[in-house]
């Protein structure tokens, strides 16, 4: 056991220091991810059957074409909203799609709290969030305080990049999204329960603790 984790382990420091996830691409839009992740994106999302995806941070919007092409082939009226502070790099692909819904605003701002219930009451079901914004501790614990009165039982919740700061990856970054998943179960112990089979079915990933289905 110990060697098979210190493989899977090498092979994530592989992965991420020789910045192979940022050639990853979705139908030619970059996607800044595991693609294991994102293997396991789906089979959620199968399971899940989502009415809509919310994605804290867009950058190119390869993960949010990768979510509307996936989510819509299960589920036709499948919305997805990308938040991000800036939208200047999104590729035309993902502008031409008509399920993206991209909103120009911090992830934790109150309008875009407000744009997420609105768009819940007109999407009524299971919501997949992905958080892959500012990935310092304090922005993403800000960002699970203001999900939490808007995520509903079974919805499911990804926090990436908790590897970083040592978790193999980037030593020495300061405290990141893993933290601040420590920092959250620390306040709010029953919110959450974490998936841990999915988190090591692949033998590694971007997200460590940060499969999560509300309860
Ligand atoms: C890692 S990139 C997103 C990558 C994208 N999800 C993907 O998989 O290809 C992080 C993005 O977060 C955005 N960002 C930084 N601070 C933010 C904030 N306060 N609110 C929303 N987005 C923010 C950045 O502008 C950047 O585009």
Known sequence: MAAEIETTEKYHQWYYDTEVWQGVEFLGVPCYKSVSDMWNYQEIMAILKPSLVIEFGTRFGG????????????????????????HQEVLPQVHADPAVHLATESSV????KAKIIAMRARCPGKVFFILDSDHRKAHVLAEMELLRSVVESGDYLIVEDGNINGNPVLPGWGEGPFEAIQEYMQRYPDDYQRDIARETKFGFTFAPSGFLIKT
């Open 63 to 86: 993960s949010a074409l990768y979510f509307s092409v996936i989510g819509r082939s299960i589920n036709p009226d499948l919305e997805v909203l990308s938040v991000d502070i800036s």
């Open 109 to 112: 701002s109150p309008e875009i």
